[in-house]
């Protein structure tokens, strides 16, 4: 296989691996060359050919809480419930300490997105399968950053779909498609190739148990489905679109049953992960709770 990998970018780049399977390039600031200011990951697989890209500007930005040398890299699993606060607790984390970000159920939602789009659910909501596996190579899910928020942008085949992945229409869709075998091969496996460095966040429903299971801090997190349907519904209010509370509930009852009774790497808390109901914590709270733990596993 041949590959051209054209790239402009304004700083010295380095290759720093490369294999049949990835290329891994790092761009570096003229004036201090202690850190890269992006990674750029590339993997090359016949059977999953979605490329990622991460530009991890995360590393340059100064964390808030410095980091001390003597720390471990780790990798922080957080696993749990629909609409429970995973990603504001991983997000605010990542943030705070300097790692990189992902929300594999982002990843999830994007191809769910491309279903919808490509009219790959039927009229009684099946999923087309064979259809999908077909054009499995053609789903390209990649992140950037907003450089405003710092904070990863899920982009479907180029295109920036941060909002509308997040719409009650993908959220009813997502669990069933999750539950295909041949898509979480394909997204576990990228998820595996962006965490490979470890200094990662990850949050979803089997990173702890199947993404990373050797994660040296893995949390599972939960919330009564009151609470996290209020918080959801409050959200999408929040950003004008419209929400039932009846619909939203029922919806994160539905994709936690879904998601617990699947074959393929159910929703469980893994053996070794913490577990914390935030139902009565404030987001700042948890995220001071989650910090602790951190400072105590990088020890
Ligand atoms: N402890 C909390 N108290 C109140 N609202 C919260 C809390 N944690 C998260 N939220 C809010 O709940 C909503 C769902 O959180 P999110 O992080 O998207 O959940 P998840 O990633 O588990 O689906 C968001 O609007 C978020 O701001
Ligand atoms: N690692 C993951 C992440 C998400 N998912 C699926 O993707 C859906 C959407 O994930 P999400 O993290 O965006 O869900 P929310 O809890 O944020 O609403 C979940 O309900 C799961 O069905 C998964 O199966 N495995």
Known sequence: MCISLWIYLRGP???VACTTESIRIEVYNRTANAKPIARIYVSINSTCPLLDFYPEKLLSLKPNYKVQEKMKKITIAIDGFSSCGKSTM???????IGYIYIDSGAMYRAVTLYCIEHNLFGPDGEIKTDELKQDIDKIHISFRLDPVTSLPRTCLNGNDVEERIRTLEVSSKVSPIATLG???????RQQQELGKEKGIVMDGRDIGTTVFPDAELKIFVTASPAIRAQ???????AKGQPASYEDILHNVEE????????EVSPLRKADDAILLDNSHMTITEQKEWLINQFKRAAQ
């Open 255 to 262: 994709r936690d049953r879904i998601d617990q009774s699947r």
């Open 90 to 96: 991983a997000k605010d984390l990542a943030k705070e």
């Open 182 to 188: 041949f898509v979480r091969e394909a997204l576990v």
């Open 231 to 237: 918080r959801r519904y409050d959200e999408l209010r």
């Open 13 to 15: 780049v380095q290759i």
